[in-house]
């Protein structure tokens, strides 16, 4: 569950969110708009990376500004560009790091890995060097160094971008078979077919709320 009170976000002298008020109980939340209207902004506020100016962010019961650190271990944040969240030179390394942190036994850590990078088509991958792989595979190896952490929620910006069809459908897949709650902001329309509830984003607002149709159509209106 996730809600937004009266929420305001600045960054400079912008206001980049303004007076947001949203109780999401879905489990599966489109995020689209235009360039700049405040899609990556809304992301981050959900998993503390931004705090907001005005109001209160609360995720599965955690306030943002209060709980950060709580709020960091439960939500997972996949980003556009997969370079931005790889750390490690090796897949292994990199998908272990979350558990690591959270201090899972080694042995269970290993076990963990391999049946992630299995899931996702990456298997047997522990020991290549996360430079050398292609940009789609650096976002696979991105999603499921989030998902093995298993999060409350997984918010994912744009993680398509950069795909092919094949690993489009994979990490779409993945996000479906995903027993937690997703927010996912995307720019491609068709992903949202199943999604339970769209926001569209213009001008830091929230200006169409509702199923993916109707939203759709909102937004498509909107940039006519
Ligand atoms: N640090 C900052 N200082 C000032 N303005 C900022 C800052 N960060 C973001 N903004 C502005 O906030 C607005 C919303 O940005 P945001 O990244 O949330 O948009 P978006 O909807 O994700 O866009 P896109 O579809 O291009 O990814 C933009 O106008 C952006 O320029
Ligand atoms: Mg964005």
Redo the contacts with the bound molecule.
């Keep these: 569950m996730i809600e937004l009170e009266a929420v305001s976000l600045r ?4 206001l ?1 969110l303004d007076r947001l008020d949203l109780a999401l109980p879905e489990r599966r939340i489109g995020v689209i ?10 992301a981050r506020l959900l998993n503390g990376l931004l705090l907001p100016s005005e109001g209160h962010v609360r995720v599965a019961g955690l306030d943002t500004s209060a709980d950060g650190k709580a709020v960091r271990r439960r939500i997972g944040f996949v980003f556009q560009n997969p370079d931005n969240q790889i750390v490690y030179p090796t897949v292994g390394e990199d998908v272990a790091f979350g558990l690591k942190a959270r201090k899972v036994p080694k042995a269970e850590i290993a076990a963990r890995v391999a049946a992630i990078l299995d899931r996702h088509g990456l298997g047997g991958f522990e020991d290549r060097l996360v430079h050398e792989l292609s940009g789609g595979e650096r976002q696979m190896v991105a999603l499921a160094g989030v998902l093995v952490t298993e999060p409350d929620l997984l918010v994912l910006d ?1 993680p398509t971008t950069l795909l092919d069809l094949r690993n489009t459908r994979r990490i779409i897949q993945a996000v479906e078979a995903a027993d937690r709650a997703v927010v996912l ?1 995307t ?1 491609d329309l068709d992903l949202l077919a199943g999604f339970e509830r769209v926001l569209c ?1 213009d001008g ?1 607002r929230v200006v169409a709320d509702g199923s993916p149709p109707e939203v759709i159509a909102h937004y498509r209106a909107l940039a006519s």
């Design positions: 960054r400079g002298e912008a980049v708009g235009a360039n700049g209207s405040g899609k990556s902004s809304f744009e902001v720019h984003f830091g």
